[in-house]
């Protein structure tokens, strides 16, 4: 019942009623305001994180926090100006959250790291434009990019509108992330000033902290391999296989809200692989791969990089997959079952009678279903017009499928989402991208399953966060019309932000590099995957089939005995879909982020509840801090100003 207890000061009806404005008063203009800089703000934050190392952390229970500091310091601000302004709400806060993620997941999740940069020419020319099957290229653009952004993701916002009650109140999936950002938003609005005051203070030190060091790191990085971020933390030899701590505040914040056994998984990926397998691998140059090939080169070492990555993702995607859409059958059926049992019991106990005025709220304001069933429609046929002109290779009968069993993909992801918090939309994604790769053929096959596979994701991911959201705003009274408007605007203002942010790096920074800070690891993953679905195993480098057998079995045996051993043992095994990620990258981030996880430990050996109240706060102010400390960086990259100092190390 943990998940109650923000709730526990609004007990009775008429507290409820009073304090629960119209939903027309729930969005109010400054929210709105506050949601277009919150999300913009995470937009280049999450779009660093994805063209760097591919991973982004869940940020909803920061972006809950740095809506209640915007907002507080905003009203405060007013007040010594001697202007009195409207009083801020449980549901205005969740309106402003709900808004900004929409707004920042689509830098996370429109695959400007992955499918979409997947297409460009400079993925196409690093993939081997000799490789067969590897045909076809669209280079970036703020306009398609925007368009097809908008095509795909509103269709997703209609989706699994009328099973919102069947998910949330007749079947009570708890939808873990949204449940924390509830009771996070009720506890800033019930416990008083004092804890949030706390809060408070400590994201303003670590963000200022963050910024002013990401600002003084700028001074040393002249040239390329210069700076603080190269500084050889294990000496000279760990440092050439990237075994390094660079400094990153984003990257230690990160690893502050990652789980520990998440980052436990990076460091035991990064030194399997560039501790052992690379350097292995590196002296059989001449005997597996040709010598007089650039490592960089697919049919080189950068081959088994990438398709050892691609196995272990593949094997714990499909695992994952499987288990979850089986646990999600059987979970549905036995509820089926036994929906009548217990109806009965506990309508006295005071849990079941909040649930109840919850439940009042949020069916209050209904969404009547044609509104969701003509925007879909109308969304699909315009989908199904506009993106054949996008992408001549994905033709319209396919884009017609895609949307016809969309639906039903949306559901069981959200249905996944809501008993384990794994959104599953990118499996999803790859299944649509070899299917399409398959039946479009070598000619056309991986422009159009890139293609497809974008569209299925934005679809099925958009709907889950809608429904998670939903969860957030049925527990804290808030109204699903605010909630559903909130998500739509906060998606409009991402396919604008997401693609400026993308270009903002794309201009300024070397992104794609596998050799620079912006390796832009799934792009390549991506494209290999279309390679793989057009031409199969030909692809691969010499006995590098052998190696991705090998892990794809490791990735398939880790689930299982983390699922059929006992729970002391299960948590502690490691995760392949993050061990995959130092396979291209490196390790230095994992390192980074192993950094963020022991202070994390240590904070809770030293007092638990301080770090309960405050890691959120710290970790926010660090990503924050230097993610903001970007946008000048940025501007100073595009008008060609160079750090004037170049700190470097040599070997004696």
């Not at 982004?56 to 920061?62: D, G, R, T």
């Not at 200022?208 to 990085?221: A, E, H, I, R, V």
């Amino acid at each position: 019942m943990e998940g109650r207890e923000g709730l526990e000061e609004v007990t009775d009806e008429s507290e409820v009623s009073k304090r629960i404005q119209p939903w027309t008063k729930q969005i109010t203009a400054r929210g709105i305001f506050a949601s277009i800089v919150i999300g913009s703000i995470y937009s280049v934050i999450s779009m660093k994180l994805q063209l760097t190392t591919g991973l982004a952390p869940h940020l909803n229970v920061s972006a809950a926090l740095l809506a209640f500091v915007f907002i507080r310091t905003w009203t405060k601000f007013l007040q010594k100006l001697g202007i009195v302004s409207i009083p801020f709400t449980r549901q205005e806060n969740t309106m402003i959250q709900t808004c900004s993620v929409a707004c920042y997941s689509i830098a996370v999740g429109g695959g400007f790291g992955s499918y979409l940069l997947a297409l460009s020419k400079k993925t196409y020319e690093q993939t081997g434009v000799d490789i067969e099957g590897n045909r076809g290229y669209k280079e970036p653009g703020v306009g398609w990019m925007t368009g097809f952004l908008f095509l795909g993701c509103f269709v997703g916002l209609f989706a699994l509108i009328p099973l919102r009650k069947i998910l949330i109140v007749d079947y009570k999936l708890t939808f873990p992330s949204g449940m924390a950002t509830a009771v996070l938003i009720n506890g800033f609005h019930t416990q008083g000033d004092k804890m949030a005051k706390k809060q408070v203070q400590g994201f303003t030190k670590l963000f200022s902290f963050s910024f002013l060091w990401g600002f003084f790191q700028w001074f040393y990085t002249g040239k390329d391999g210069c700076g603080f971020s190269q500084f050889p933390t294990f000496g000279l030899q760990a440092w050439k296989q990237t075994f390094y701590f660079d400094f990153s505040m984003t990257y230690v914040g990160t690893g502050m809200i990652c789980p520990h056994v998440v980052n436990l998984s990076l460091l035991l990926g990064a030194v399997l692989s560039w501790g052992m397998m690379w350097p292995l691998i590196s002296n059989l140059k001449g005997d597996w791969f040709p010598a007089n090939i650039p490592e960089s080169s697919m049919k080189s070492l950068n081959g088994y990089k990438v398709f050892v990555s691609i196995a272990l993702i593949l094997g714990d995607g499909l695992y994952t997959f499987i288990k979850i859409m089986g646990f999600t059958i059987i979970n549905i059926f036995g509820r089926l079952k036994h929906k009548n049992l217990n109806s009965a019991e506990g309508s006295q106990n005071k849990a079941v009678d909040d649930e109840l005025k919850q439940n009042e709220v949020f069916m209050r304001d209904n969404i009547p279903i044609w509104v969701a069933a003509i925007g879909y429609i109308i969304f699909s046929v315009i989908s199904v017009i506009a993106i054949p002109f996008l992408f001549p290779e994905l033709k319209w009968y396919y884009v017609i499928v895609a949307y016809f069993f969309a639906p039903s993909l949306a559901f069981c992801n959200a249905y996944g989402a809501g008993l384990t918090d794994m959104n599953m939309a990118y499996n999803y994604g790859k299944v649509a991208l070899f299917v399409l790769a398959a039946l479009a053929g070598k000619e056309h096959g991986l422009v159009a399953g890139l293609a497809g596979c974008g569209l299925i994701k934005s679809v099925v991911s958009v709907s889950c966060i809608l429904m998670q959201d939903l969860k957030t705003g049925h527990l804290t009274f808030t109204s699903p019309r605010v909630m559903l408007l909130s998500q739509a605007i906060g998606t409009a203002i991402g396919c604008v932000v997401a693609p400026l942010s993308f270009f903002l790096f794309y201009k300024a920074f070397d992104v794609g590099n596998p050799d620079g800070d912006f390796k832009a690891p799934w792009a390549v993953i991506y494209r290999n995957m279309a390679i793989l679905g057009v031409q199969g195993f030909s692809a691969l480098p010499q006995h590098c089939l052998q190696l991705c057998y090998g892990f794809f079995a490791f990735a398939v045996g880790i689930n299982l005995v983390k699922d059929l051993s006992p729970p002391k043992i299960g948590k502690w095994m490691p995760i392949p879909m993050a061990m995959a990620v130092p396979f291209i990258v490196g390790a230095y981030f994992a390192i980074d982020m192993s950094v963020g996880s022991l202070v994390v430990f240590v904070w809770h050996k030293l007092n638990t509840k301080n770090a309960e109240l405050m890691v959120p706060a710290v970790a926010s102010g660090l990503i924050c801090g230097e993610g903001l400390w970007i946008l000048p960086a940025s501007v100073l990259a595009l008008a060609k100003i160079k750090p004037p100092i170049c700190m470097k190390f040599l070997a004696s």
